[in-house]
């Protein structure tokens, strides 16, 4: 079961542009990670956002927790084609599991 | 810190042979693993959660006896696909979750290319 929806689900953009990645989920989740994944490599996580309405940055790369801890978002600034990858939201149910959203597969353009 | 290891990294098998597959975490305990599957272009899908010391949860739809997990001791399960077959060809990722930061953080060790011919 996909509890965690992100969009786009693939994003081709040149270098230097911005944009955003979304995760959003009928679910209230205690914390939601974000992870990126290069191919045939695990995902490597980027950050965990725990608190409603949390802002975390890292370099260019920008994370909002939703208000109601049910969604998320991932804002990269100035994309470098080193950001290509695959971006994952990712967030534990109350049985322990822990899921991954449906993935957004970005690619810049130099 | 906070690293976890997978072997083999790839591994080619025969249809109808059975293959293991180990994931260690290298300087943390691990009460907790979980084992994904993943298909090119697509996000991680879970298949079990490893308890040290007791049975696996299977996700639905996932065969525990075509996937048997062991999680032995606190830093090492296997996952062991049975009987393999070509549909089984995956890469398989596992994460662990680190006992003592009591946080929902899993690390994912690198991932195994399984191609069953």
């Known amino acids: 079961t996909q509890l965690l929806e992100q969009s786009p689900q693939f994003l081709s953009i040149q270098e230097g542009e911005n944009l955003t990645v979304y995760c959003n989920s009928s679910?209230?989740?205690?914390?939601l990670q974000w992870y990126r994944q290069e191919p045939g490599e695990g995902p490597v996580l980027l950050v965990t956002?725990?608190?409603?309405?949390e802002v975390k940055k890292l370099k260019r790369l920008t994370f909002q927790f939703g208000d109601a801890r049910k969604d998320s978002s991932l804002h990269i600034t100035a994309a470098q084609p080193g950001d290509t990858g695959l971006y994952l939201c990712a967030g534990p149910n109350t049985g322990n599991q822990f899921y991954f959203g449906t993935g957004t597969s970005l690619t810049v353009i130099p | 810190g906070a690293v976890v290891s997978q072997h083999p990294s790839r591994v080619i098998c025969k249809s109808g042979t059975s293959v293991k597959i180990e994931c260690r975490s290298l300087?943390?305990?691990?009460?907790?693993m979980f084992w994904y599957r993943q298909f090119p272009k697509q996000s991680l899908m879970l298949m079990a959660t490893?308890?040290?010391?007791?049975?696996?949860?299977?996700e639905q739809g996932v065969e525990k006896d075509k996937f048997l997990i062991n999680h032995a001791s606190l830093t090492l399960s296997t996952l062991t696909v049975t009987s393999a077959h070509p549909e089984d060809s995956s890469f398989y990722i596992c994460s662990a979750r680190d006992a003592r930061a009591g946080g929902d953080e899993q690390y994912f060790g690198p991932g195994t290319r399984l191609t069953v011919t």
């Open positions: 490893s308890n040290e010391g007791s049975k696996a949860t299977y």
């Open positions: 300087d943390f305990q691990a009460t907790t």
């Open positions: 679910s209230v989740f205690s914390s």
């Open positions: 956002v725990v608190t409603g309405g």
